[in-house]
Structure formats: structure tokens, C-alpha cells
């Protein structure tokens, strides 16, 4: 059974960081592309970020130079550091596998001006 556990969000004022970590079970996160989603109240779920088997990543443009998504390999998880924090990155982020697709139960993240 794959299961994707999220943790690490919380409530931070603007220009604070958060970092978000994704423990995988069932399956081996140096084998697999993970990534972030995020979804704002009222508006789609969004990509954040991505990793590949071969550690290239992608980010939105939203976030790019502030979030960092990171794996380590033998804590079997990913994680997504968040700096320079702004009301707009508020919204629940989500863990995913991207094939097969698997996702987190989602973790909150407020930002407050």
C-alpha cells in the first residue's frame, strides 16, 4: 500500500519560511518523479514543484528563486523548502507520485500579512 505523509505546515507572517516534508511508503522515491501541488480556496489545484529520478526539477514561475524541492534518497522522502513567504502561497499543499499517481492527504500553509 502506497501511502504519501505530509507534514510541516502551519502559520507563518510574509516573508517568513516553512519547509514541507513527504514521507513515502510503498514506494522508492529515488525511483519515481514526485512533486507539490498546491490548491487555494476557490481556485485550482497547481503544479509547485517537481523532481525527476534524475534529480532536474521544475517550479512554477510563482515560486521560482523562493521554494526549493529537495529528496533524500535514504529517509525515503521529499521535501519542499519555502522562503520569502507571501499571503498568495496560501493554500493546502498536496504530495504527489506522478506514475502511478498517488497523492498526500494535503498539509495547510497560511501566510498572513
Known amino acids: 500500500q502506497v501511502q504519501l505523509v505530509e507534514s510541516g505546515g502551519g502559520l507563518v507572517q510574509a516573508g517568513g519560511s516553512l519547509r514541507l516534508s513527504c514521507q513515502a511508503s510503498?514506494?522508492?522515491?529515488?525511483?519515481?518523479?514526485l512533486g507539490w501541488y498546491r490548491q487555494a480556496p476557490g481556485k485550482q489545484r497547481e503544479l509547485v514543484a517537481s523532481?525527476?529520478?534524475?534529480?532536474?526539477?521544475n517550479y512554477v514561475d510563482a515560486v521560482k528563486g523562493r521554494f526549493t524541492i529537495s529528496r533524500d534518497n535514504a529517509k525515503n522522502s521529499i521535501y519542499l523548502q519555502m522562503n520569502s513567504l507571501k499571503p498568495e502561497d496560501t493554500a493546502v499543499y498536496y504530495c504527489?507520485?506522478?506514475?502511478?499517481?498517488?497523492w498526500g492527504q494535503g498539509t495547510q500553509v497560511t501566510v498572513s500579512s
Open positions: 523532481i525527476t529520478t534524475g534529480g532536474t526539477t
Open positions: 510503498g514506494i522508492i522515491v529515488s525511483r519515481n518523479a
Open positions: 504527489y507520485n506522478l506514475s502511478p499517481t498517488y
